[in-house]
């Protein structure tokens, strides 16, 4: 996927979709891209910087979640035993204090732990996908549910920041903060959507044109 791809794709009102295995830069502006030309394509411009910082966090958690688990594997930790959890999670977080996180980029592609990000246009309303293929624990399920309820009662960043105690990785903070964005620029944040389901991890943000826009759980 290229730019000019990007603005064919948008021409002929056709899904734009791009899979990466790392957060890089040149994923990153592409991504960008699409949303502001798809955004300016129906005359709402003033969404883009948000739903970019949107997508950007989805984007950082779905490569943050195949690490962990290409980490996991790569050590024989066992995901789903807490013991074992609690452990390589512990690993983890130093092993992204120290910034060697890069060393397991390979182990990304040799395992096929892929991001895919995708997104849905019309005149109607525009929807973002992100989907990576590994699912999502019952305790790190519980811990972003948790900050996702408290987050809704904020509209400040900071705010919110200040008030939690948990700021560790895998807490969801990512997501709760999305949220407190997606309601700063008007957009309700019950058209986000988090879930897990055969061994993969969606998210999705819709954003609405006008008001007789149905989302994909009222369709």
Known sequence: MDK????????????????FYENDESTN?????????????????????????????????????????AFFQKNNFDINNMGQYVMGLTKFKSLLDSRDSYKYYAELRNADLWVMYTLFHNS????????????????????????????????????FYQSEPDHSEGAGMGIALLVILMQSVGLDPSLFRIGSKNGMTVT????P?????????EK
């Not at 002929?12 to 979709?17: A, F, G, H, T, V």
């Not at 044109?209 to 759980?217: D, G, P, Q």
Request: aromatic residues 8%; proline residues 1%.
């Open 4 to 19: 000019e791809t990007i603005q064919k794709y948008l021409a002929e009102d056709r899904e734009i979709q791009i899979i």
């Open 124 to 159: 109607e309303g525009l929807r973002i996908e992100v989907v990576n293929n590994t699912d999502i624990i019952e305790l790190e399920e519980t811990r972003i549910r948790m900050k996702l309820k408290k987050a809704m009662h904020y509209t400040d960043i900071a705010l």
């Open 29 to 69: 502006q592409l991504i960008r891209y699409s949303i502001e030309e798809a955004l300016k394509k129906y005359s709402k411009p003033e969404f883009s910087h948000a739903l970019y910082g949107c997508t950007k966090e989805l984007v950082i958690n779905a490569t943050k979640a195949n690490l962990k688990r």
């Open 209 to 217: 044109f006008h008001s007789a826009y149905k989302s994909v759980r």
């Open 204 to 207: 999705r943000i819709e954003v």
